[in-house]
Nanobody, 121 residues
Framework: QVQLVESGGGLVQAGGSLRLSCAAS???????VAWFRQAPGKEREFVAA????????YYGDSVKGRFTISRDNAGNTVYLQMNTLKPEDTALYYC???????????????WGQGTQVTVSS
């Protein structure tokens, strides 16, 4: 069983920065890891994903150039550095993991509980 625990969310003013963390169990260290977000009344949106070896990275169009996904050397913690935040970035951010499949699709096998990010204007 893979467990994912997100942290780092909070309230920030527009233009500010936050760094989210996703702590994964050892089993997930070789898996693809991604971040998704979901705002009230909207569908879950792909944010970023990183392959098991870190060589392949994708970003959603709305966050390109502002967000950066990274992984620690042990592969057990994944980060999402979010800069130049906008009110439309307000959402519940989820960490997800899977052994294989489309890195940008939402059908990941394992999900965390989410961490709330609120950006005020």
């Amino acid at each position: 069983q893979v467990q994912l625990v997100e942290s780092g969310g909070g309230l920030v003013q527009a233009g500010g920065s936050l760094r989210l963390s996703c702590a994964a169990s050892t089993l997930a260290s070789g898996y693809t890891v991604a971040w998704f977000r979901q705002a009230p009344g909207k569908e879950r949106e792909f944010v970023a994903a990183m392959s098991r070896n870190g060589n392949i990275i994708y970003y959603g169009d709305s966050v390109k150039g502002r967000f950066t996904i990274s992984r620690d050397n042990a592969g057990n913690t994944v980060y999402l550095q979010m800069n130049t935040l906008k009110p439309e970035d307000t959402a519940l951010y989820y960490c997800a993991s899977r052994p294989r499949g489309n890195m940008m699709a939402a059908d990941y096998l394992y999900w965390g509980q989410g961490t709330q990010v609120t950006v005020s204007s």
